[in-house]
């Protein structure tokens, strides 16, 4: 007896358990299996991002691990006693300015609550024994408590992790190579007083160290190992302590371990995410150094790209052809974690006494810029993931040398200034910018990103300082077309600077209020324009002035 279903999901981690829990958010019917017992009790991957927090606050579940977790305000390097390096991350622009500093045990419980809320579940002690795959669907065959089972399923998602069944089983290489440095790690308590919101790390002449704030006043201590040992060996909370203290010149204490390890690093990536109908995500196509805590949050993104677009394809409603685009984005973005994660780690390990001197001085040089700092927090901060690139997004409009001189309150089309104020705005391929609005009718403001569902893409039409008749019949119109060819897929909202809804719109059309010119302002959107927001909150398209015939085109380059 064969089971079918939409997609079979390998691997509970966190990566799998958003990708299955936003494809039952689509609609789409999902299993969720993983050969562990039981879900983690370490805390391994510590790190959430601003960017992954971004992305679980449109999952309904950033609030419940903020409350689990501890905010990290910056990061400070010390060598020879002396800060060479420091950077905030209050002046990020995003409602999380921080890192949070949670277990991942506790990350994964949230998500697990989430699948089940929508009704899915993780079938625990469950192999996958193999698979193939023949263009129309994928046949698996596991391996679980109740003996084995034969699984139909449209796709399949191999998030199962460094070790992947689903990557060997499909021949992918994994290419790369491992650090000859090797590094332990220990949760331990700390009796000493250096902030409990900062990251500190400190480089000395025989290595480095890091130390991570975490809850219940535990520190995880992260440094480079000089024993002779083999690798599988356990560091004792003895070994760590002298490491410790003769990196950081300090007298505190550590005590009551409740996880040590000793581990190397790899630098590796598959050539491809997709293989047909199998795709990879997660540490099953790209593991890297844990410098910056990339790993979990690049995964958790992978699974937020995908999920949208097999979705879309699954049910009908896209062209095959955007499932490319998940290979093409999330493979770029994964080598240039790779590349950043190992140039930090090699810096990180200098060996050479010159090298060394140089990197300190030149680090305290570069971050006493300010705006070198702000670029640093928001590399590590994942806000500057973008997919410019990407063929999925575009953008028209018009020449400046068709602008025309005046006010943007004076006539519809682009000002000169309203062209250049348009050019600040948001471009295709970065993230979608926040900020307050008003529903007509409701009387507290409330978040622009609040109001989209990100099951759609989201058309955003700007009214512009020119309210007229022509305007409003025309943003209508491009919203009539767009429901009429696009409604299982498209939803819009108008934005207008007045403070109440304008007549001259139909009753249907679902209007914002941005009396305050804040969204305005941070789409450069004076002048009557359109963006298309796509399902994972990055910026698909934009025009100015709005052209429905080359929206309609844009559109239709991927959506039926």
């Not at 579940?61 to 903020?66: F, M, T």
């Not at 130390?211 to 992260?222: G, K, N, S």
């Not at 007509?440 to 893409?457: K, M, N, Q, V, Y």
Request: glycine share 8%; proline share 4%.
């Amino acid at each position: 007896m064969t089971d079918e279903l939409d997609v079979l999901v390998v691997g509970a981690g966190p990566t799998g358990l958003t990708l299955a829990g936003e494809l039952l958010r689509r609609g789409l019917t999902v299993r969720v299996i993983d050969e562990a017992e039981a879900p983690t009790v370490q805390s391994r991957a510590i790190v959430v991002h601003a960017r992954t927090l971004e992305i679980l606050d449109d999952l309904g579940v950033a609030d419940a691990l903020r409350a689990r977790g501890v905010e990290l305000h910056g990061a400070t390097i010390y060598a020879n006693g002396q800060p060479v390096f420091r950077t905030r991350f209050e002046q990020l622009d995003t409602r999380f300015p921080y890192l949070l500093s949670v277990a991942q045990s506790e990350t994964e419980a949230v998500l697990a609550e989430l699948l089940e809320r929508r009704g899915g579940r993780v079938e625990r002690k469950t192999s996958l024994d193999g698979f193939r795959q023949d263009g129309t669907g994928v046949n698996a065959m596991t391996t679980g408590p109740d003996g084995e089972r034969e699984v139909r399923a449209a796709w399949l998602v191999g998030c199962d992790g460094a070790r992947s069944t689903v990557r060997k089983a499909l021949d992918i290489p994994f290419d790369g190579d491992t650090y000859d440095a090797r590094f332990l790690l220990a949760d331990v308590k700390i009796d000493w007083d250096v902030r409990t919101d900062m990251v500190s790390s400190w480089f000395a002449d025989d290595g480095m160290v890091a130390c991570f704030p975490m809850r219940d006043a535990r520190w995880r201590v992260i440094a480079t190992d000089t024993a002779d040992v083999a690798s599988d060996v356990e560091p004792s909370l003895d070994e760590v302590q002298t490491l410790f203290a003769k990196r950081t010149a300090s007298k505190a204490v550590l005590s009551d371990p409740v996880w040590t390890a000793r581990f190397r690093i790899h630098c590796r990536q598959v050539a491809h995410y997709r293989d047909d109908r199998v795709f990879l995500a997660g540490d099953a196509a790209h593991i890297h150094s844990p410098a910056g805590g990339q790993g979990m949050n690049t995964g958790i993104q992978d699974a937020h790209n995908l999920a949208w677009k097999l979705a879309l394809v699954h049910r009908g409603h896209a062209r095959a052809l955007l499932l490319d685009s998940y290979h093409a984005e999330r493979h770029e973005i994964g080598r240039a974690v790779l590349r950043g994660t190992d140039l930090a780690t090699k810096i990180g390990t200098l060996e050479s006494p010159l090298a060394r001197t140089v990197r300190d001085e030149l680090a305290r040089l570069l971050t006493s810029f300010h705006a070198v700092q702000k670029g640093i927090a928001r590399q590590v901060a994942e806000l500057a993931v973008s997919y410019e690139e990407s063929a999925l997004v575009g953008e028209d409009r018009m020449s400046v040398l068709k602008a025309r001189v005046g006010t943007a309150a004076g006539a519809e089309s682009p000002t000169v200034g309203a062209h250049r104020q348009f050019e600040s705005g948001p471009r295709p391929g970065t993230r979608a910018l926040d900020g307050r609005v008003r529903v007509p009718g409701e009387g507290a403001p409330t978040r622009l990103l609040s109001c989209i569902d990100t099951r759609f893409h989201t058309l955003l039409l700007f009214d512009g300082r020119s309210a007229s008749d022509e305007g409003y019949t025309r943003l209508a119109h491009i919203a009539s077309r767009v429901a009429e060819r696009f409604g299982e897929s498209v939803r819009t909202w108008v934005v207008t600077p007045q403070r109440e809804r304008p007549a001259a719109l139909p009753s249907d059309l679902d209007v914002l209020l941005d009396a305050d010119h804040e969204i305005e302002t941070r789409y450069g959107a004076t002048s009557e324009c359109l963006y298309v927001v796509r399902p994972d909150l990055y910026v698909g398209y934009r025009a100015q002035p709005p052209s429905e015939e080359k929206l309609v085109a844009w559109l239709r380059s991927f959506l039926r």
